[in-house]
């Protein structure tokens, strides 16, 4: 039906000769018509006769200005101002979608969190295909400084900043636990003190983390020093650390990974541990969230919901 009336209505006339009439019947002169398009007078006066043809009707009659509109040819001029104007919007539109950059999303987040983030970000794009992710990690000290900066749009933490005007949504738990090689003298141990765990060499996280300030504040809390043999600046040295037998390290149970069962290390059965924490995802409590990332914040509580019952399995 649609197609049927599209058909009649190019039969009364080609978007060239529509153009052409345009121009004819806003200079009232073929001639003037003709200079404008960079066309020949006889192929104006040939579309303009095709045009009346298709249309059935007179749309120019000589007046005595020069040419002038029929009341047929007032509505095709009518018509003329609409599609043309119409057109004109959609290839504006078009120039400004083809300029615009896509959709960008931007998200810093401490260190730990990209044994996560990947995962939660790429069910993410997958729905979202037209945004752009870029995702930053560092350690928590310096995260904090890019919320300072406002740098970018979401921040991920396990250990928020306390005295910092943030909306925080709640993701996945963070569960962080005592982890050691096989053969640790703790390892078949159960219930086990962390007197015992501070007396064993321990491998501590770089200033500045999150999971450091984690045991900083267990270890004191219970007016322990931990026995520190050596900082590593990433959990992946930490984890190559421990299998190279340096001592024990708390670290996020997401750290070992889906296979840690082949990982060579093992979890210790600490007294208190492990430490319950979560993810957050974090923005400035000032700032108006767009759709996007309105959406955003959607999904990841939603994925880390799924999520979560995933890692209460494993625990
Ligand atoms: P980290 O921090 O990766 O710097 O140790 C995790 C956190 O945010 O607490």
């Given at each position: 039906?649609?197609?049927?009336?599209l058909?009649?209505?190019c039969r009364h006339?080609t978007l060239?000769?529509?153009?052409?009439?345009?121009a004819?019947?806003?200079?009232?002169?073929?001639?003037?018509?003709a200079?404008?398009m960079?066309?020949a007078?006889?192929?104006?006066?040939?579309?303009?006769?095709?045009?009346?043809e298709?249309?059935?009707?007179?749309?120019?009659?000589?007046?005595?200005?020069g040419?002038?509109?029929?009341?047929?040819?007032r509505?095709v001029y009518a018509?003329c101002?609409?599609?043309?104007?119409?057109?004109?919007?959609?290839?504006d539109?078009?120039?400004?979608?083809?300029?615009?950059?896509p959709?960008?999303?931007r998200i810093?987040?401490?260190?730990?969190?990209k044994?996560?983030?990947p995962?939660?970000?790429?069910?993410?794009w997958?729905?979202?295909p037209?945004?752009?992710i870029?995702?930053?990690?560092?350690n928590?000290?310096?995260?904090?400084?890019?919320?300072?900066s406002?740098?970018?749009?979401?921040?991920?933490?396990?250990n928020?900043?306390?005295?910092m005007?943030?909306?925080?949504?709640?993701?996945?738990?963070?569960?962080?636990?005592?982890?050691?090689?096989?053969?640790?003298?703790l390892a078949?141990?159960r219930?086990?003190p962390?007197?015992?765990i501070?007396?064993?060499?321990?491998?501590m996280?770089?200033a500045?983390?999150?999971?450091?300030?984690?045991a900083?504040?267990?270890?004191s809390?219970?007016?322990l020093?931990p026995?520190?043999?050596?900082?590593?600046?990433?959990?992946?040295a930490?984890k190559?650390?421990?299998l190279?037998g340096?001592?024990?390290?708390l670290?996020?149970?997401h750290?070992?990974?889906?296979?840690?069962a082949?990982?060579?290390l093992?979890?210790?059965d600490?007294e208190?541990?492990?430490l319950?924490?979560?993810?957050?995802?974090?923005?400035?409590a000032n700032?108006q969230?767009?759709?996007?990332?309105?959406?955003?914040?959607?999904?990841?509580t939603?994925?880390?919901y799924?999520?979560?019952s995933?890692?209460?399995?494993?625990?």
């Amino acid at each position: 039906m649609k197609h049927a009336r599209l058909r009649r209505l190019c039969r009364h006339g080609t978007l060239t000769q529509l153009a052409v009439f345009e121009a004819v019947a806003r200079h009232g002169s073929i001639t003037r018509a003709a200079e404008e398009m960079c066309l020949a007078q006889p192929t104006v006066s040939l579309q303009m006769k095709k045009l009346a043809e298709g249309v059935g009707t007179p749309l120019l009659e000589s007046g005595n200005r020069g040419l002038r509109l029929t009341d047929a040819g007032r509505e095709v001029y009518a018509a003329c101002e609409d599609v043309f104007g119409r057109l004109t919007q959609m290839q504006d539109r078009v120039g400004e979608l083809k300029t615009r950059p896509p959709s960008t999303l931007r998200i810093a987040a401490s260190a730990t969190a990209k044994y996560i983030m990947p995962r939660l970000l790429g069910a993410f794009w997958q729905s979202n295909p037209g945004v752009k992710i870029v995702f930053d990690l560092m350690n928590r000290s310096r995260l904090i400084t890019r919320l300072h900066s406002g740098a970018d749009d979401f921040y991920v933490f396990s250990n928020p900043p306390e005295h910092m005007d943030v909306t925080l949504h709640t993701l996945t738990p963070n569960p962080l636990c005592v982890y050691a090689r096989r053969d640790h003298p703790l390892a078949l141990r159960r219930r086990i003190p962390l007197a015992d765990i501070a007396s064993q060499p321990f491998i501590m996280r770089e200033a500045g983390s999150g999971t450091r300030l984690a045991a900083e504040q267990l270890f004191s809390e219970r007016g322990l020093e931990p026995n520190v043999c050596i900082e590593l600046a990433s959990s992946e040295a930490v984890k190559q650390g421990l299998l190279d037998g340096l001592g024990g390290s708390l670290l996020s149970r997401h750290a070992l990974g889906p296979d840690a069962a082949h990982s060579g290390l093992v979890e210790l059965d600490v007294e208190g541990l492990p430490l319950r924490r979560h993810w957050y995802l974090a923005h400035s409590a000032n700032r108006q969230l767009t759709p996007m990332e309105q959406t955003f914040v959607g999904h990841a509580t939603r994925w880390s919901y799924a999520a979560a019952s995933e890692i209460r399995l494993n625990a």
